[in-house]
Nanobody, 116 residues
Framework: QVQLVESGGDLVQPGGSLRLSCAASGSIFRINVMGWYRQAPGKERELVAVITSAGSANYADAVKGRFTISRNTAKNTVTLQMNSLKPEDTAVYYC??????????WGQGTQVIVSS
């Protein structure tokens, strides 16, 4: 089992930036994919960005060119740098990992609000 703790959510104006961080603990040697999902009010949870243990990243079309995911394997952390934020980016952001057995773990979520 992997435990995840997110940080960095906040209220930011449109066009601003935020940096989300997630630290993993527990069975970290089993981690394969790390990433971020988000869920806006009244909507389903959706993928934002994921990164494999080899460093290959995938992004949702809605965030390409604005968000950057990075991973520190030695520290077992994953970071999401979010630039040029839009009101439609408002959501609870969840850290996510998938281990070698394809078991998924989720963080508790961190709120991002983009509003003037």
């Amino acid at each position: 089992q992997v435990q995840l703790v997110e940080s960095g959510g906040d209220l930011v104006q449109p066009g601003g930036s935020l940096r989300l961080s997630c630290a993993a603990s527990g069975s970290i040697f089993r981690i394969n994919v790390m990433g971020w999902y988000r869920q806006a009010p009244g909507k389903e949870r959706e993928l934002v960005a994921v990164i494999t243990s080899a460093g290959s990243a995938n992004y949702a079309d809605a965030v390409k060119g604005r968000f950057t995911i990075s991973r520190n394997t030695a520290k077992n952390t994953v970071t999401l740098q979010m630039n040029s934020l839009k009101p439609e980016d408002t959501a609870v952001y969840y850290c996510y990992v998938r281990d070698m057995s394809y078991d998924d773990s989720w963080g508790q979520g961190t709120q991002v609000i983009v509003s003037s």
